[in-house]
């Protein structure tokens, strides 16, 4: 990839981490339940973490960050209505895998393109990992919830 190039993508994930932050903050405030509420608030400022530090490589190289718009909407498809509905917190943390599991592949696909910057490598990296806890965790509230006599 070359540095224009880079800086897309790295344009694509600040629009993604920005709309995740808005997600979570928003799903934090309209789920009842506390530790619900607490582990979304705790993901929005880990993807705020996210936001910052992509924004600060696509500095260091010399451009701005630039939002592309809704990037979340063609990942989710038709439950994109489903992210934040009072419908209930499974539909919820459904969304919130996909979207996960996008960053997750897209991140991935990142590191083996990015070439030799081992700033930017670490910092994929840690993003990635992140991601990855993000999902487990909202996996592991889907399998308890499915599993629960209705
Ligand atoms: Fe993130
Ligand atoms: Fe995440």
């Given at each position: 990839m070359n540095q224009q190039q880079i800086i897309n993508r790295l344009n694509w994930f600040y629009s993604l981490e920005l709309n995740q932050v808005d997600l979570y903050m928003t799903q934090s405030k309209r789920v009842g339940d506390i530790y619900f509420s607490k582990v979304f608030e705790r993901a929005a400022y880990i993807e705020q973490q996210h936001v910052?530090?992509?924004?600060?490589k696509i500095k260091e190289l010399g451009s701005k960050p630039t939002i592309l718009g809704d990037v979340m909407a063609p990942i989710l498809g038709k439950i994109s209505g489903n992210i934040v509905s009072t419908a209930g917190i499974l539909p919820m943390l459904k969304a919130n895998i996909l979207l996960e599991q996008k960053a997750i592949s897209d991140?991935?696909?990142?590191?083996?393109?990015?070439?030799?910057?081992?700033e930017l490598f670490n910092l994929l990296w840690s993003n990635l990992i992140d991601e990855d806890l993000h999902v487990s965790w909202f996996s592991r509230k889907v399998q308890e919830l499915e599993e629960k006599p209705h």
């Amino acid at each position: 990839m070359n540095q224009q190039q880079i800086i897309n993508r790295l344009n694509w994930f600040y629009s993604l981490e920005l709309n995740q932050v808005d997600l979570y903050m928003t799903q934090s405030k309209r789920v009842g339940d506390i530790y619900f509420s607490k582990v979304f608030e705790r993901a929005a400022y880990i993807e705020q973490q996210h936001v910052d530090n992509i924004a600060e490589k696509i500095k260091e190289l010399g451009s701005k960050p630039t939002i592309l718009g809704d990037v979340m909407a063609p990942i989710l498809g038709k439950i994109s209505g489903n992210i934040v509905s009072t419908a209930g917190i499974l539909p919820m943390l459904k969304a919130n895998i996909l979207l996960e599991q996008k960053a997750i592949s897209d991140y991935k696909d990142f590191i083996l393109k990015a070439g030799k910057d081992p700033e930017l490598f670490n910092l994929l990296w840690s993003n990635l990992i992140d991601e990855d806890l993000h999902v487990s965790w909202f996996s592991r509230k889907v399998q308890e919830l499915e599993e629960k006599p209705h």
